[in-house]
DNA sequence: TTGAAAGCGATACCAA
DNA sequence: TTGGTATCGCTTTCAA
């Protein structure tokens, strides 16, 4: 035999000896019930252990209160902050955050379709990289879909992100004011739009301040790829300047120079992007560029707020300013 | 007018020409349709778009597929990594992952309650403090519960952790065998189990190595904490082996004692807990303990459906042995 | 203020 | 293989 898990209102009903509807009213807020019933049925309700299940709810309104986070790599401290922020602003709101971490685009589809049965609100992708089909099948669902960092051109789907050429132009001007002479870009993933607009921005910069074309080498947006990367532009050529994609791989950059000798900053200048915890720390000291998450994660909660309406926002796009944290790995 | 979101297996049956639940059964592996009857079906459901529902389902069955992830500081890798590593296996079960970011055990009461308003299936606390209270109101609220690292005793709530007890002795051999003399220990906060636990092993361990007691100084479990608690240890005393609760602590206090001109490994040897990505990291090489988060999570899983049967165990507590990771600040 | 009754959108059983 | 119908636990009219 099932054992039955949930009391019903039913069953308060009948211990308090009321209508269903009372206990419904009871525990819906601004309802019109008598004190003394109310008493009754939470007085009950209290016995039972009774908890309103919000289930109905969602299947009369086909909204569910859930809204999805789909996610890839929570180990880069950018996105676990990410996710904290967009936690603690949607339970303000009431909501519940459905996580769906994912590895490559190609689970993504059969993710779409679950988060449409269940009825989610609304679905984020703070994926590095979301390709076009993902985002059309994600489009196709009919939920108001944000994309973090990823521009994206769908229906019903928005995107909001850093302002990566401005931050890349300012870390070219910060660099060519230290005095580098030979920059270095360490790129993301090749399809990361993010690094290649942060690469853009880096490379006006440079231009802009008469300085020649960076060298440039691709990672992963991991440390070991940054490690990697560094390598393979040290063989390359001379360079006293490295602009990173992001700061995993500046960390990873900084220990493969000073592991072959490279002193940083004196000999060679490091900057990343994101501003996580460990850019602060002790040996690292990074310079980075704080992409503003609450900003980021406000301007989301607003377009999903935009996109829910009748009219569906096409291929919105808001972008927000970095702040330059500045520290020793850009002492001139 | 408000905007109808989903069409219905009605709907999808009407264009169709058939019956609802033909509708239904076309969706339901194994049922028995003809496969005329779900051509017409599916090309019905592809022009509208349909995705059944599953909260009828949920309303049926009172199993939602949901379970519930509570964690604090998701900042800390090893915390990422766990969530990650629940999201592998859950998703290959079906289930989808409603994450509970939660600051401090204040909010946790709420919580419970919402959870099982939506009828999550089971609820697992990452909770690196999990008060008593906290543990009885979730077990008040009959969904199974397991806890990550903290024991608690409350009916349907079991607990899984690395065997603390062990790791700490293990550091104390460790640390005798490289030549320490005089050890500390670091602390998590003064709540926390796990870090009594490590601290309890590693005083039994010395204690085997006819070693002293540790210095012990409290922190937080983050890298600021490890550095103040750094310290404070070595103002006290000459300290030359200090084991940490965790390895953020372990990072903050090589980077505090390198500042002030003590060598890491050569004059105090270090070591962590956790083994997180950047107790690799080049300036650290942490000596560190590996939890085994896959087994913790295979374990946790098992519990949840043992106690997802009809009888409840009862306080059940399964230990996890950790593995050390022998590198270089322990180098003797 | 209260209770009765009609849905919400699926599943599952029953006859046909 | 099909279609009709009861059912899950609420919210929401509608009368009383």
């Given at each position: 035999?099932?054992?039955?898990?949930?009391?019903?209102?039913?069953?308060?009903?009948?211990?308090?000896?009321?209508?269903?509807?009372?206990?419904?009213?009871?525990?819906?807020?601004?309802?019109?019930?008598?004190?003394?019933?109310?008493?009754?049925?939470?007085?009950?309700?209290?016995?039972?252990?009774?908890?309103?299940s919000?289930?109905?709810?969602?299947?009369?309104?086909?909204?569910?209160?859930?809204?999805?986070?789909?996610?890839?790599g929570?180990?880069?401290?950018?996105?676990?902050?990410?996710?904290?922020?967009?936690?603690?602003?949607?339970?303000?709101?009431?909501?519940?955050?459905?996580?769906?971490?994912?590895?490559?685009?190609?689970?993504?589809?059969?993710?779409?379709?679950?988060?449409?049965?269940?009825?989610?609100?609304?679905?984020?992708?703070?994926?590095a990289?979301?390709?076009?089909?993902?985002?059309?099948?994600?489009?196709?669902?009919?939920?108001?879909?944000?994309?973090?960092?990823?521009?994206?051109?769908?229906?019903?789907?928005?995107?909001?992100?850093?302002?990566?050429?401005?931050?890349?132009?300012?870390?070219?001007?910060?660099?060519?004011?230290?005095?580098?002479?030979?920059?270095?870009?360490?790129?993301?993933?090749?399809?990361?739009?993010?690094?290649?607009?942060?690469?853009?921005?880096?490379?006006?910069?440079?231009?802009?301040?008469?300085?020649?074309?960076?060298?440039?080498?691709?990672?992963?947006?991991?440390?070991?790829?940054?490690?990697?990367?560094?390598?393979?532009?040290?063989?390359?050529?001379?360079?006293?300047?490295?602009?990173?994609?992001?700061?995993?791989?500046?960390?990873?950059?900084?220990?493969?120079?000073?592991r072959?000798?490279?002193?940083?900053?004196?000999?060679?200048?490091?900057?990343?992007?994101?501003?996580?915890?460990?850019?602060?720390?002790?040996?690292?000291?990074?310079?980075?560029?704080?992409?503003d998450?609450?900003?980021?994660?406000?301007?989301?909660?607003?377009?999903?707020?935009?996109?829910?309406?009748?009219?569906?926002?096409?291929?919105?796009?808001?972008?927000i300013?970095?702040?330059?944290?500045?520290?020793?790995?850009?002492?001139?």
């Open positions: 035999m099932v054992t039955k898990r949930y009391p019903t209102s039913v069953e308060v009903a009948r211990l308090a000896g009321v209508s269903q509807s009372a206990v419904s009213r009871t525990f819906t807020p601004g309802a019109s019930v008598s004190a003394r019933t109310r008493d009754k049925v939470l007085a009950a309700a209290e016995t039972l252990g009774f908890q309103p919000l289930i109905p709810r969602i299947m009369l309104t086909d909204r569910s209160g859930l809204v999805a986070l789909v996610v890839g929570l180990e880069n401290a950018f996105y676990a902050r990410v996710v904290q922020s967009f936690a603690a602003r949607l339970r303000e709101a009431g909501n519940q955050i459905v996580l769906v971490p994912v590895d490559s685009d190609y689970t993504l589809d059969a993710v779409a379709a679950r988060l449409a049965q269940y009825r989610v609100d609304a679905i984020v992708s703070a994926l990289v979301l390709s076009q089909d993902a985002a059309e099948t994600l489009s196709a669902s009919r939920i108001p879909v944000v994309s973090f960092n990823t521009p994206v051109t769908a229906a019903r789907v928005g995107s909001v992100g850093s302002d990566n050429a401005l931050g890349g132009r300012q870390a070219a001007a910060l660099l060519h004011d230290r005095g580098v002479r030979h920059p270095a870009f360490i790129a993301g993933p090749a399809d990361s739009p993010a690094s290649a607009e942060r690469l853009a921005g880096f490379r006006d910069g440079l231009r802009a301040a008469g300085l020649p074309e960076p060298r440039v080498a691709g990672s992963a947006y991991t440390y070991e790829g940054g490690a990697e990367a560094a390598m393979r532009i040290r063989a390359d050529a001379p360079v006293d300047g490295v602009f990173c994609a992001n700061d995993l791989c500046a960390l990873g950059a900084i220990d493969a120079l000073r072959v000798g490279r002193r940083v900053p004196d000999e060679v200048r490091v900057i990343g992007y994101d501003d996580i915890p460990a850019a602060g720390w002790g040996g690292y000291d990074l310079t980075s560029f704080d992409q998450v609450p900003a980021l994660v406000e301007a989301a909660l607003a377009m999903i707020a935009r996109m829910s309406g009748p009219e569906s926002a096409l291929g919105e796009r808001v972008l300013p970095p702040r330059l944290i500045e520290r020793g790995s850009t002492r001139a």
